[in-house]
């Protein structure tokens, strides 16, 4: 079952405003969101994301927060102010930073959504064990989602392979947002942990969050209409 009419959101990275506001335009009819993430939020700041939801779609600032406790509450209470639909946080800053950040947004209505993610989809089991995390990524994804889920969030980022196993342990309400979508074909870049987009929401997706092959194509909303085409929207 699909959560979101339309569950792909579009990453706007880039630091240049102009260039994701055309962006943003021309794919907005074949889009379900639109994503802000480190480039564009670093490079162009808080006023750049109000001029982002103007557009009219849900906005996701994926800001990725990890800090101690307190320094996420601030921050948290800071991109709410912004009137995004979603945010996220690492949950390996552990249940008493996300906790603190879920607790700092409580009172917002709308309150945006809070997502936290568990292991990056640029990384393998490999690059997982030489920074000494030794469980596979599949393992640690459940931990993690347990935990985020125990942490009173609304859901997580993961790749698409580990969304059976996080549909399992955190139940049918908890919301799955899925980067590393490539439709075939597509070059993988520094992705690790990919799937394309029909795949991705057969396995259960709620969001698909997709980038280059959205923004880099020649034609960008000639490829935002034929990832629409190939989920049947
Ligand atoms: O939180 C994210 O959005 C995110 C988490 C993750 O594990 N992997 C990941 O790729 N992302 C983001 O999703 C987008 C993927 O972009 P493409 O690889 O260009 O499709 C980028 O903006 C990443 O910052």
């Not at 943003?24 to 670093?42: H, Q, S």
């Not at 990890?66 to 102010?81: C, E, F, L, W, Y």
């Not at 950040?101 to 993610?117: C, E, F, G, K, Y």
């Amino acid at each position: 079952m699909m959560r979101f009419p339309n569950p792909v959101f579009v990453a706007l990275d880039t630091p240049d405003l102009n260039n994701a506001l055309s962006l943003a335009r021309a794919v907005k009819p074949y889009v379900g969101g639109l994503k802000v993430g480190l480039e564009f939020i670093t490079a162009l700041g808080p006023d750049a994301i109000r001029r982002v939801a103007e557009i009219g779609l849900p906005v996701f600032a994926d800001v990725k927060f990890h800090d101690i406790p307190n320094t996420v509450a601030g921050a948290s209470r800071a991109i709410a102010g912004l009137g995004v639909a979603m945010f996220n946080v690492h949950a390996s800053g552990g249940e008493a930073m996300m906790r603190a950040a879920a607790d700092a947004i409580a009172p917002w209505t709308p309150r945006p959504l809070l997502i936290a993610v568990t292991v990056l989809t640029s990384l393998d089991d490999a690059v997982l064990e030489m920074v000494g995390q030794r469980a596979p990524a599949s393992e640690q994804v459940e931990r993690l989602a347990a935990l985020v889920k125990k942490s009173g969030l609304d859901g997580v980022v993961c790749s698409a392979h580990e969304l059976a196993t996080v549909r399992a342990a955190c139940g049918p309400d908890f919301l799955t947002i899925v980067p590393g979508i490539r439709p075939a074909g597509a070059a993988v870049g520094d992705q690790k942990r990919v799937m394309t987009p029909k795949q991705a929401v057969a396995a259960g997706a709620d969001i698909l969050v997709i980038g280059r092959p959205i923004t880099a194509a020649p034609d960008p909303a000639e490829a935002a209409k034929a990832i629409a085409e190939e989920l049947g929207l």
